[in-house]
């Protein structure tokens, strides 16, 4: 099972369920997570989720599902994945080498990195002026020799009918910056937002260099990139 099948086994069967506010109980109490716990991950009451949970509240819609779902899986991988692992197995749940994901409608730079907690590294200033269509992660390491050629105008911004998309590219596995902003730096189109996760700084002068000349921010976020997808999933 993968972690996308697990996701809509758990939502599918809250949401077929005659008694919806028992089974988000069962699936709560079975990721050993607590009302206060779950509560403080979406930003309600404890009182609200008892309330769901003892059908006190109409039946959940499929926003609320969704959310009570990424809540789970998202509490139990700080966990360490305990419950998680039990569904999927190790080979199933790798992050893949990249991934693109569209907004709904454009997005303030200011706010997308506001989303990330991040903090910007590089151009400042342009920030407040970038306006983003939707964001790529890209695994660093795997970039090279797991992404197809034909793929790569697409992750940096320019789809198949040649329409330019801004996009933010999220890399993740960075260890000093300077691999990233150098494969930039020869590509077009380019991002007009670079984050990297997981990266305390950017001491890397070749990287801040490339930053300058292209007028591209660099943003730092400590935030995994399941977070991060959490986080800016209100955007999609």
């Known amino acids: 099972m993968s972690l996308e099948e697990l996701k809509k ?10 008694n919806p506010g028992g089974t ?3 699936w709560r109490e079975l990721f050993g997570i607590s009302q206060a ?7 309600i009451t404890p009182s609200t989720i008892s309330d769901y949970e003892n059908n006190r509240r109409k039946s959940p819609g499929i926003q609320v599902i969704s959310r009570f779902v990424d809540a789970l899986i998202a509490i139990d991988k700080k966990k360490g994945g305990m419950v998680f692992t039990k569904f999927v197995p190790d080979n199933a749940h790798e992050e893949p080498a990249f991934e693109i994901i569209d907004f709904s409608r454009p997005v303030k730079g200011k706010d997308f990195v506001r989303s990330i907690e991040g903090k910007i590294i590089t151009n400042k200033r342009r920030v407040s002026d970038i306006v983003l269509d939707g964001y790529s992660i890209v695994d660093s390491l795997r970039a090279i ?12 911004g320019k789809e198949s009918n ?9 890399f993740t596995k960075v260890t000093i910056g300077r691999s990233p902003m150098v494969a930039i730096r020869v590509t077009s189109p380019k991002p007009v937002l670079v984050v990297y996760q997981g990266l305390s700084d950017v001491r890397d002068p070749v990287a801040r260099r490339i930053s300058e ?3 591209i921010p660099i943003v730092l976020t400590d935030l995994d990139t399941y977070e991060i997808k959490m986080k800016l999933k209100k955007f999609e």
């Open 9 to 18: 086994r758990i939502a599918g069967e809250i949401a077929l369920s005659s």
């Open 24 to 26: 988000m109980k069962k």
């Open 37 to 43: 716990d779950l509560a403080s991950y979406l930003g």
């Open 162 to 170: 040649s329409v330019f998309v801004k996009r933010a590219i999220v």
């Open 213 to 215: 000349v292209e007028k």
């Open 145 to 156: 020799t797991d992404i197809p050629v034909e793929e790569l105008p697409r992750i940096y």
